[in-house]
């Protein structure tokens, strides 16, 4: 029972330097998400995409791209990491917009740090 | 005004004790309900949920929704130290697929 699986679990990049988080589920899920946790501010959506073949901004998109590439698999990118994207990133996915509760899963993060 | 407002804590209560954790939020529309608990270093895992108004139980926790006073709780009996955790209370509108989170409680259970 995976769920949702990140990697990598931790990486230290340097000012300037790209990197690409991967995030894969295996629930049949439709929709899927991106979001940074920093202390006091919460869980913050970066981009999701509520079906494949479409992605959209979150609260705070800058700085980020993310790639839909199948129904399991969706990546974020960083092109340019600067200290203030030091944050936990977690990824979660759920059945989509339909009727029912529909919960995200997430999962256990990657923690990046930018020096 | 956030959406959503949930009291950072830290709580801290005796092994036993009743614990009652809190969101309020100003968005009516809202017709799902989520709580979440965080372990340290762990993603949120889904703990339970509500639709609309009322309350559910599972085992010793309960969820209850107040739609009129735009409150929900989380009460947990016979709380345990494994009880430690950051609590996080979601919520949805429907025909969206995003959640609006509170910031989290953070309870912390003594032996």
């Known amino acids: 029972n995976a769920g949702v699986t990140q990697t990598p679990k931790f990486q230290v990049l340097k000012t300037g330097q790209s990197m690409t988080l991967q995030c894969a589920q295996d629930m049949n899920h439709n929709s899927m998400y991106w979001y940074r946790q920093d202390p006091g501010m919460g869980l913050r959506l970066i981009y999701y995409s509520a079906s494949e073949g479409t992605t959209d901004k979150g609260e705070v998109p800058n700085g980020y791209n993310v790639s839909r590439l199948n129904k399991r698999e969706f990546s974020l990118r960083l092109e340019s990491a600067a200290p203030s994207q030091t944050s936990v990133y977690f990824c979660?996915?759920?059945?989509?917009?339909?009727?029912?509760?529909?919960?995200?899963?997430f999962g256990d993060g990657t923690r990046l740090s930018i020096l | 005004q956030k959406e959503v407002e949930q009291d950072p804590g830290p709580l801290s209560v005796p092994e036993g004790a009743i614990v009652s954790l809190n969101c309020t939020y100003s968005n009516s529309a809202f017709q799902y309900f989520m709580w979440y608990r965080q372990y340290s270093r762990k993603g949120p895992e889904l703990l339970m949920y509500?639709?609309?108004?009322g309350n559910k139980e599972d085992g010793r926790f309960t969820a209850q929704v107040d739609k009129s006073s735009k409150y929900i709780s989380l009460f947990i009996r016979d709380s345990q130290p494994s009880d430690s955790a950051t609590y996080l209370c979601a919520m949805r509108i429907s025909g969206y697929s995003t959640l609006t989170f509170g910031k989290g409680t953070m309870l912390l259970v003594s032996p």
């Open positions: 979660a996915s759920s059945d989509g917009t339909g009727t029912g509760v529909q919960p995200q899963h």
């Open positions: 509500t639709y609309s108004s």
